[in-house]
């Protein structure tokens, strides 16, 4: 089976190679091609997996090429990890909405609709291309903002899209963990869109084991969203909500923190990760070492901002282990083995949330099998968790709105509408800031 993927020069590509290399039987992926635009990207992640493989007889095959058509051809699978002006065009995200007072972050607010508008016309060439070149190709998307990403995708893909993440994956783990149950044997119920969504309830052997948590305040301030969001304000909610909301909630604090922050979390990631590709262009380097080293400090410092503000302290160890790679396995041996399981992740609504309409993507868990995934009904939403949800929504439509016509008044409007942008005077600012810093929004007139 050969797996293409996209963003192959990307730093956590060897994540996914991980996984694959522990994978085992029938159906397997035995051929993997990295595709990306940077020949030296693809070469420094080239030289890790050959590390990787060392160890292992059978080990998928590598090929590397900056040839999307090439790439595309022949794949059973894509994994589509694409990130559209590089770390350097997330630094400048960050820095032009914390210049205006407002949040930067890559997904969520005024950094992600920029983040978005330049990536949805990207991957939606990409769609048509699997179309015509690997019409029976699945795609499973990690390019973040992957809600939106995924629901541009699906225009062109239909339900052959799907979109992952890996934060509702760990924080069913870290409930499920702390209250001692096999997170393995745990459903969890978890309704949103991407990075915007809330648990509420974790059953085990049919006994909804959330209640038990909101009421114990030690157990509910001893993990992770415990501590970022307060305990008070977890049971005011009685839902445990996704990290991300940290951002809505905390927002005020939030903004504060990034822009006294020495750097923002872009501009570490771009300054570490051009450190790492040099570092590995010596011949003498030992990459995958290299890579571990720089990954560990990499996840030890995610949402340090937030956690910072929240007094939250250190990450636990178990959650600087990844996950995303983990979920993209399970749902391909689910697809191709027809291996049926549960996952959590990004697809068309299908009548499973009745605020939204059918081909919005949102995140739920959903039912895997051969013929793909497949929502399970969930219960309506609160009326605060459906407020966020549809004014959310709401941007994502007019960012692909204004990706499909190239219309500024669209993307200001985009901007406007977000729950976390407070003027649209502030809007029509961080479109003119966007568009002087991104080249890859020239095409908003």
Not at 240 to 267: D, M, S, W
Request: with cysteine; aromatic share 6%; hydrophobic share 45%.
């Amino acid at each position: 089976m050969r797996l293409t993927i996209l963003g192959g020069g990307g730093f956590r590509v060897p994540l996914v190679y991980g996984a694959l290399l522990g994978d085992r039987g029938e159906g397997r992926v035995t051929r993997v091609v990295l595709h990306d635009l940077d020949p030296h990207r693809l070469s420094a992640v080239t030289r890790v997996l050959a590390e990787q493989a060392a160890r292992y007889a059978d080990a998928p095959e590598v090929t590397a090429t900056t040839d999307l058509d090439e790439a595309l051809r022949g794949a059973d699978f894509v994994f589509s990890a694409i990130r559209v002006g590089g770390l350097k065009g997330r630094a400048d995200d960050e820095r032009v909405a914390l210049a205006e007072g407002v949040l930067g972050q890559e997904t969520v607010g005024a950094g992600g609709i920029a983040y978005g508008l330049r990536t949805v016309p990207v991957a939606v060439d990409i769609a048509r291309r699997v179309a015509r070149l690997a019409p029976d190709a699945w795609v499973i998307n990690f390019t973040n903002p992957a809600g939106l990403v995924t629901e541009a995708m699906s225009r062109h893909l239909g339900d052959r899209v799907i979109g992952i993440c890996d934060s509702p994956v760990g924080l069913g783990r870290r409930i499920a963990r702390v209250l001692g149950a096999n997170p393995g044997e745990a459903w969890i119920d978890y309704v949103g869109l991407n990075h915007l969504g809330w648990v509420r309830g974790l059953r085990v052997a049919g006994r909804d084991e959330l209640p038990r948590l909101l009421a114990d305040p030690d157990l509910l301030g001893s993990f992770e969203e415990g501590k970022l969001f307060g305990v008070d304000w977890l049971r005011s909610l009685g839902a445990i909500p996704n990290e991300y909301l940290h951002y809505y909630y905390f927002n005020r604090e939030a903004v504060r923190a990034y822009q006294q922050a020495e750097r923002t979390r872009g501009a570490f990631l771009r300054d570490q990760q051009a450190q790492f590709y040099e570092q590995v262009e010596d011949p003498g380097a030992r990459a995958l070492e290299i890579w571990d080293r720089t990954r560990a400090e990499r996840e030890a410092t995610y949402m340090a901002e937030n956690r910072e503000t929240a007094g939250a302290g250190e990450r636990e160890a178990d959650d600087l282990s990844g996950g995303y790679e983990k979920v993209a396995l399970a749902l391909m041996r689910a697809i191709a083995r027809d291996e049926r399981t549960t996952l959590i992740l990004n697809v068309r609504n299908r009548g499973t949330l009745s605020v939204l309409d059918s081909e919005a993507v949102i995140e739920v868990p959903c039912l895997v099998d051969a013929n793909g995934a497949h929502p399970v009904a969930v219960d309506p939403l609160p009326d605060h968790a459906t407020g966020l949800v549809c004014a959310v929504k709401a941007v994502e439509r007019e960012v692909l709105a204004a990706a499909e016509s190239g219309s500024r008044t669209t993307a200001v409007k985009a901007f406007a509408l977000h729950p976390l942008v407070d003027s649209v005077n502030v809007a029509r600012r961080l479109v003119e800031g966007y568009a002087e810093v991104h080249p890859g929004l020239a095409y908003l007139r």
